[in-house]
């Protein structure tokens, strides 16, 4: 079965420190995308990357960061949680370019800041 | 930037009923998708339409796309308490890359 794991389902930080989540597919998809879900709010994009080393700015890319050193691996970076960081963080993935598909999501992290 | 709309905010309804869901959205679309999310869960695919179709089927779910009224509608028939979730639509605006726009979605609550 095709998958989309998240590292934390669970993941408590405090305010300043720096926070790794990761993401990894095992299906050779080229897109992979970070997004937060907030009540209210729905899910909101920060990054996505379409091939490796690439990246793309989404919606509400301040204060996080991404990188994609590999095909399989998606990491999101905060550089300084804060408190409005405090979110379910949804990563997902899906092939090619053109659109055809679609996205297979991880199961969540999710992380409070304190 | 909020692409989508689904109308209504919460559903609930009887077991073997069939629920009705309904997306609206501004811009032209490469496709439109419905997904599923179980309670502090992911997002499952439920079903892609794309913008030349009209309406497209997956077992018990039919989805129709209106694209001159900028709309899309998720119709469950003979609904099961299982179908309790969120139910998003999502549009893909293709822009050089793929890139989904969820709406805020549809609470849906199935009454034994």
């Known amino acids: 079965d095709v998958k989309v794991t998240q590292s934390s389902r669970y993941l408590v930080k405090r305010t300043g420190e720096k926070v790794f989540l990761e993401c990894v597919q095992d299906?050779?998809?080229?897109?992979m995308f970070w997004y937060r879900q907030d009540p209210g709010l729905g899910l909101r994009l920060i990054y996505f990357?379409?091939?490796?080393?690439?990246?793309e700015k989404g919606d509400i890319p301040e204060g996080y960061s991404v990188s994609r050193e590999k095909k399989e691996r998606f990491s999101l970076i905060l550089e300084s949680a804060s408190t409005n960081q405090t979110s379910m963080y949804l990563c997902?993935?899906?092939?090619?370019?053109?659109?055809?598909?679609?996205?297979?999501f991880g199961s969540g992290t999710r992380l409070t800041v304190v | 930037s909020q692409q989508g709309e689904e109308d209504p905010q919460a559903l609930s309804i009887q077991e073997g009923e069939n629920a009705t869901m309904n997306c609206s959205y501004k811009?032209?679309?490469?496709?439109l998708q419905w997904y599923r999310q179980n309670s502090g869960r992911g997002l499952v695919h439920l079903i892609l339409?794309?913008?030349?179709?009209r309406e497209k089927h997956s077992g018990r779910l039919r989805v129709t796309l209106d694209t001159s009224k900028k709309s899309s509608s998720l119709l469950i028939t003979a609904s099961r308490a299982a179908d309790t979730a969120s139910y998003f639509c999502?549009?893909?605006?293709?822009?050089?890359?793929?890139?989904?726009?969820f709406g805020q979605g549809t609470r849906l609550t199935i009454n034994p």
């Open positions: 997902a993935s899906s092939p090619y370019r053109q659109g055809s598909h679609g996205y297979t």
């Open positions: 299906m050779d998809h080229e897109n």
């Open positions: 990357s379409y091939d490796v080393k690439m990246k």
């Open positions: 811009t032209s679309i490469n496709n």
């Open positions: 339409i794309r913008s030349n179709e």
């Open positions: 999502a549009t893909d605006l293709w822009q050089g890359a793929q890139k989904l726009v």
